[in-house]
């Protein structure tokens, strides 16, 4: 189908390690979102791009969390030197235009042991 | 962004109806009240927004009395497959509220 698409679906990487998350928005839509999802709990909210340009990263809970769309379609999150506490489901959603209901992917569980 | 507070869990079984009231006393008058359904291992999904009085869709109906400091979801007929996480979020939607603040939702478990 023509939904958000998140690659890897599992990630195990070792603590320290750098990991990269990949998301593929629904074609034409503008907005972009990254979430957090712990075990048990909703999703919290990261960072928003609109097109490529990121219009908020208030979300990102330290420094080695970075997220770039450089071309307005296709987004990375990245983590530098993984640490334990970044074990949680990553979801990655977009919208045709801000304040439209949110489309989301399933997802990739990162696992850092 | 309004607080809500919503059931933790509630059981059903198919073929009833079940009910979810959220908790939003502090909402503010440009709020909207959305709903999204979340299935193990999938990314939430919506289901229904709503701004006041009653709204109705294929798959359920969003209750916001006059005050507007409660909302009832309403599923009609739930089958095993309607076992998910239901969240209910306060919001300035649909203009500008993109941060959506979900909180820890209520599990619905359907049982046969």
């Known amino acids: 189908g023509a939904g958000v698409s998140q690659s890897p679906r599992y990630k195990v990487a070792k603590r320290g390690q750098d990991v990269a998350l990949r998301c593929d928005p629904i074609s034409g839509h503008v907005s972009l979102f990254w979430y957090q999802q712990a075990l048990g709990q909703g999703p919290e909210f990261l960072t928003y791009f609109q097109n490529e340009a990121q219009l908020d990263k208030s979300g990102l809970p330290s420094d080695r969390f970075f997220a770039e769309r450089p071309e307005g379609s296709v987004s990375t999150l990245k983590i530098q030197r993984t640490q334990q506490e970044d074990s949680a489901v990553y979801l990655c959603?977009?919208?045709?235009?801000?304040?439209?209901?949110?489309?989301f992917g399933d997802g990739t569980r990162l696992s850092i042991l | 962004l309004a607080k809500t507070t919503q059931p933790i869990s509630m059981d059903s079984y198919e073929g009833q109806e079940v009910n979810i009231t959220c908790s939003h006393n502090?909402?503010?008058?440009?709020?909207?009240i959305t709903w999204y359904q979340q299935f193990p291992s999938q990314g939430p999904r919506f289901i229904i927004q709503?701004?006041?009085t009653k709204v109705t869709n294929e798959v359920a109906s969003l209750f916001i009395p006059a005050d507007r400091k409660s909302s009832t979801l309403s599923l009609p007929r739930v089958s095993l497959s309607d076992t998910a996480v239901y969240y209910c979020l306060v919001g300035d939607a649909p203009s500008n509220d993109y941060k959506l603040s979900f909180g820890a939702g209520t599990t619905v478990t359907v049982r046969a």
């Open positions: 959603a977009s919208s045709p235009i801000e304040g439209q209901p949110q489309h």
């Open positions: 709503g701004y006041k």
């Open positions: 502090n909402i503010a008058t440009n709020d909207y």
